[in-house]
């Protein structure tokens, strides 16, 4: 089973490279709000708010990939809607 931090990397990973970011955030909310503990449960609402601010986290930080050049840090107002539409999705935000 990942660990949130790696959830959140691949999330992070996947809104940034998908061509319609409100569809992707959508699918990804979708999967934050299904996720359990090994042990039964849902997500708490705390360990949901980390999820996003690591999410928020990877969205904001400069990348590289192998064998390509250089990405370019995303907007800080597009990042911060991104930010807040799953928020929103996952319902920790306003």
Same mark, same amino acid.
Do not use: C, Q, W
């Given at each position: 089973?990942?660990?949130? =931090? ?7 990973? &996947?809104? &940034?490279?998908?061509?319609?970011? =409100?569809? !992707? ?12 503990? &090994?042990? %039964?449960?849902? @997500? ?9 601010? @690591?999410?928020? !986290? ?8 192998? %064998?390509? %050049? ?9 990042? @911060?809607?991104?930010?807040? @539409? ?6 920790? %935000?306003?």
């Amino acid at each position: 089973m990942p660990s949130i =931090e790696e959830l959140a990397e691949e999330y992070a990973d &996947r809104i &940034r490279d998908a061509a319609n970011k =409100e569809r !992707e955030i959508a699918s990804i909310a979708s999967l934050i709000t299904g996720l359990t503990y &090994r042990d %039964g449960g849902h @997500l708490s609402i705390s360990d949901k708010e980390k999820l996003v601010t @690591l999410v928020a !986290e990877g969205l904001a930080s400069k990348r590289t990939r192998p %064998g390509g %050049g250089f990405i370019t840090e995303g907007e800080n107002r597009n990042t @911060l809607a991104l930010v807040g @539409l799953l928020r929103r999705a996952v319902g920790i %935000g306003k």
